[in-house]
């Protein structure tokens, strides 16, 4: 299910995830029938729920700006039916880095609370609230209760993305404590077990306790992310142990630029090195050869149509470093050098090679950052 990109900030996407959809229908059905209060109920829960998503979106910025700090790239942030999620283009290896981006998205929520509780106290006298009804005001469609309700909202959001359920922000601290003193693939071990036990208490409590399937469904999300955030960083952790000269595909050396296109085509159109002496001196991407071709340019020389503008690796690079640089080029093929001189060619293709060698199967990496549902459910029973 694609999501719908609504914005930018700060070249960050902001997106929408169809499961969206989803909350106005509860409001609607669910809503009136804890207010009581008709439309007029209805409505002040939509608010309340869209201002929750909001306090979700500016904790994935939060994220998003302290990743930014470390160099970090992040993608997107999509708010979906269980929260949000920040895409970054990796993890961090630096325990302090991660920590940092991890606790970045709570101190925005406490920030939150900060900014809310003068306004709530504001509004309070206005009302002529004591001290006590403050609590007794939380999610009544009144403006005491909306911001009472998000002070709460946001606490909540602090307590639950703190909890040491990996991959939480919690959780990824955890995991940056834990890589100071074992490595980071034993401390993402470690802390995915103990993520995983405490997903298996959610999904306990959801069931028997609070009765919530929202909870449920983000127990099980979870369990799964940490599993698969498990499995990439024992992948990533291979990758950075291979050499990437091991794997270089020598292709008969590559084709000189002085050649016809025709002769590119030895062994099947595919992306070929140009050298000359020994040397990477350009790339002939198949897209092009094929599109060359067929305009009826056989008989030009290599040279016209090569791309003289492209990076090689050294055949002592690891493998997880030249992914990276494939992914930042957008390319599908990279020259592989030593001291200069061509060694082989590594493809997309070789990369999948070493993947299935690692670590059989398909690899997922994920962040949940929220609760928004299951927090609603729980501040309108208080609101009882």
């Known amino acids: 299910m694609r999501s719908l990109t609504v914005g930018r900030l700060r070249g960050i996407a902001i997106r929408l995830h169809p499961t969206l959809a989803i909350v106005p229908v509860w409001v609607v059905f669910d809503w009136d029938r804890v207010g009581g209060l008709g439309p007029g109920s209805v409505v002040f829960g939509l608010l309340f729920v869209a201002l929750v998503f909001g306090c979700v979106l500016l904790h994935e910025l939060g994220h998003?700006?302290?990743?930014?700090?470390?160099?970090?790239?992040?993608?997107d942030v999509t708010l979906s039916v269980v929260g949000g999620v920040a895409r970054m283009a990796h993890v961090p290896l630096s325990p302090r880095a991660e920590a940092q981006i991890a606790l970045a998205g709570p101190a925005v929520n406490l920030a939150l609370v900060v900014v809310l509780a003068p306004w709530l106290l504001l509004a309070g006298l206005i009302g002529g609230l004591d001290g006590g009804d403050f609590l007794l005001e939380v999610l009544r469609p009144t403006m005491p209760g909306l911001l009472a309700g998000l002070i709460v909202a946001n606490l909540m959001l602090?307590?639950?993305?703190l909890l040491p359920a990996f991959p939480m922000d919690g959780g990824r601290?955890?995991?940056?404590?834990?890589?100071?003193?074992?490595?980071?693939?034993?401390?993402?071990?470690?802390?995915?077990?103990?993520?995983?036990?405490?997903?298996?208490?959610?999904?306990i409590a959801a069931v028997f306790w609070i009765k919530s399937l929202m909870l449920l469904l983000i127990a099980l999300f979870v369990i799964v992310v940490a599993h698969a955030e498990g499995r990439a960083v024992r992948v990533e952790s291979a990758l950075r142990r291979m050499r990437v000269g091991q794997f270089a595909l020598w292709d008969m050396g590559g084709?000189?630029?002085?050649?016809?296109?025709?002769?590119?085509?030895?062994?099947?159109?595919?992306?070929?090195?140009v050298t000359e002496n020994g040397r990477v001196v350009g790339m002939l991407w198949r897209?092009?050869?094929?599109?060359?071709?067929?305009q009826g340019a056989s008989g030009r020389r290599i040279a016209e149509v090569m791309d003289g503008n492209v990076a090689s690796v050294d055949i002592d690079d690891s493998v997880y470093d030249v992914q990276q640089r494939m992914n930042d080029l957008q390319?599908?093929?990279?020259?592989?050098?030593?001291?200069?001189?061509?060694?082989?060619?590594?493809?997309?293709?070789?990369?999948?090679?070493?993947?299935?060698?690692?670590?059989?199967?398909?690899q997922a990496i994920g962040e949940p950052a929220g609760f928004?549902?299951?927090?609603?459910?729980w501040l309108r029973t208080l609101a009882r």
């Open 255 to 273: 084709v000189a630029p002085g050649q016809p296109l025709a002769y590119a085509l030895r062994g099947g159109p595919r992306d070929v090195v």
């Open 287 to 294: 897209n092009t050869l094929l599109n060359a071709l067929a």
């Open 64 to 75: 998003a700006v302290m990743a930014a700090e470390f160099g970090v790239v992040v993608h």
């Open 331 to 362: 390319r599908w093929a990279i020259p592989v050098t030593e001291d200069g001189l061509y060694r082989g060619v590594f493809t997309v293709d070789r990369l999948s090679h070493v993947y299935r060698q690692v670590l059989p199967g398909p």
């Open 372 to 377: 928004a549902g299951a927090l609603t459910g």
């Open 158 to 161: 602090v307590v639950f993305n």
């Open 173 to 203: 601290v955890l995991r940056a404590v834990l890589t100071r003193g074992f490595g980071r693939e034993t401390g993402t071990r470690a802390a995915v077990v103990v993520g995983q036990a405490l997903a298996v208490l959610m999904a």
